[in-house]
């Protein structure tokens, strides 16, 4: 079955420490995105992808990084310099970029200790 | 100003009522409107997808799209437990989709 596929499903960061989240998709999808989805403020964007080797920064993309090295995976990388970075996060992709046919995994929960 | 608003609820009904969702939006270049459900700890799932102004039925589900008010609905028509969840709009203009806060629904049988 093609689908999106996010690990780990929670996830622990101690002060200081850089983390990296995963997001693997079957779909054959060309544009995949990191949302970030925190109590009463909806869906915001981190980071999106539409072509391999290339991103650009979403509405909150400071303390993130990214990579698309392969048109499979979108990994995103939570660094120290992000102060808060304790939320859910969701990886989605999609065939075009009209918004149409999103596919979202099931999210990380990332929480510091 | 946020360029989609959406009530956060939470909102309560009973069984077999008709529900009404909605969003107001401030970016005219927007042209795709999205409804989406999310069940608690999972991603979100498209539910309704219309493009430009008007009305589209689905079931129990009928989204409505003013473009001239910049303004969307959802309506769901008697309402079951199971349709429990959080509801996101979103919109979309230069690749990029833009989500609401999300309606927090609750059913009660």
């Known amino acids: 079955d093609g689908g999106i596929t996010q690990s780990p499903k929670y996830l622990f960061r101690k002060e200081g420490q850089n983390v990296t989240l995963s997001c693997e998709q079957n779909?054959?999808?060309?544009?995949m995105y990191w949302y970030r989805q925190d109590p009463g403020q909806g869906l915001r964007l981190i980071y999106y992808?539409?072509?391999?080797?290339?991103?650009q920064k979403g509405d909150i993309a400071e303390g993130y990084s990214v990579s698309r090295e392969k048109k499979e995976s979108f990994p995103l990388t939570v660094t120290s310099a992000q102060k808060n970075p304790t939320a859910f996060y969701l990886c989605?992709?999609?065939?075009?970029?009209?918004?149409?046919?999103?596919?979202f995994g099931s999210g990380t929960r990332l929480t510091v200790v | 100003q946020k360029e989609v608003e959406q009530d956060p609820g939470p909102l309560s009904v009973p069984e077999g009522a008709i529900v009404s969702l909605n969003c107001t939006y401030s970016n005219s270049a927007f042209q795709y409107f999205m409804w989406y459900r999310q069940y608690s700890r999972k991603g979100p799932e498209l539910l309704m997808y219309?493009?430009?102004?008007g009305n589209k039925e689905d079931g129990r589900f009928t989204a409505q799209v003013d473009k001239s008010s910049k303004y969307i609905s959802l309506f769901i028509r008697d309402s079951q437990p199971s349709d429990s969840a959080t509801y996101l709009c979103?919109?979309?203009?230069?690749?990029?989709?833009?989500f609401g806060q999300g309606t927090e629904l609750s059913v009660k049988p």
């Open positions: 992808s539409q072509i391999v080797n290339d991103f």
């Open positions: 779909l054959n999808h060309d544009a």
């Open positions: 979103a919109m979309s203009a230069s690749g990029k989709l833009i």
């Open positions: 989605a992709s999609s065939i075009g970029t009209t918004g149409y046919g999103y596919t």
């Open positions: 219309t493009y430009s102004s």
